[in-house]
């Protein structure tokens, strides 16, 4: 791994984190309940990023699972929420 | 063919960058607009074009050993969840608005 990769590895990583430290505010105190659920799923796409990047940094792709479970969950509590607001039930 | 190494490296370096920074002003704007629907388009970057950026670097990077099918399945997968979840929210701030103004014209905080 050249150092190039290795700088851009942790700078990637640093964004996410910050990208997410960011979104904590909105997620807290946001003015409505939807700017939370949208915080919410901003995270975990952030989260699902971070381990992406951390697939390349331990050099194993098993890190792809975990992230793909990462995205439907998610996409499923993202949407379930959603339909909560929506309707006032997730099962209807 | 350490060349060819190198270059990859340097071109998954440069999309990782881009994908961080992507991010970074993603949540700059969930934080900064001012109103929800503008607020909503600040997430869609990252969910589509920063995270074809990180999968492609990690495509790139194990291009040998596995040949970017899993990569490609994540970024599929968001590419489908991210309208589904945005249309989803959308609806559900338009009826909550609409609901509020019914019950009570006064509050406008949604």
């Known amino acids: 791994m050249t150092p190039l990769l290795s700088f851009s590895l942790v700078a990637a990583l640093l964004c996410f984190a910050v990208a997410i430290v960011l979104a904590l505010p909105r997620l807290l105190r946001g003015p409505a309940a939807q700017d939370r659920i949208l915080a919410l799923d901003f995270i975990a796409v952030n989260a699902m990023l971070i381990v992406l990047v951390l697939g390349i940094r331990h050099a194993s792709t098993m890190y792809f699972e975990a992230a793909l479970l990462m995205a439907l969950f998610g996409f499923v509590s993202a949407t379930a929420m959603a339909k909560f607001l929506f309707r006032g039930e997730v099962i209807e | ?110």
């Open chain 2, 1 to 110: 063919m350490t060349d060819l190494a190198t270059f990859a490296d340097a071109i998954a370096a440069v999309l990782l960058l881009a994908s961080g920074a992507l991010s970074l002003v993603a949540a700059l704007g969930l934080l900064r607009l001012p109103d929800f629907f503008q607020r909503m388009h600040a997430p869609a970057m990252v969910t589509t074009l920063g995270t074809w950026c990180a999968a492609l670097a990690s495509i790139i990077h194990f291009w040998v050993t596995d040949f970017g099918l899993r990569g490609t399945v994540v970024v599929i997968l968001l590419g489908l969840t991210a309208p589904v979840t945005t249309v989803m929210l959308a609806r559900a701030t338009l009826f909550r608005r609409r609901a509020a103004e019914v019950s009570d014209p006064g509050e406008t905080g949604l």
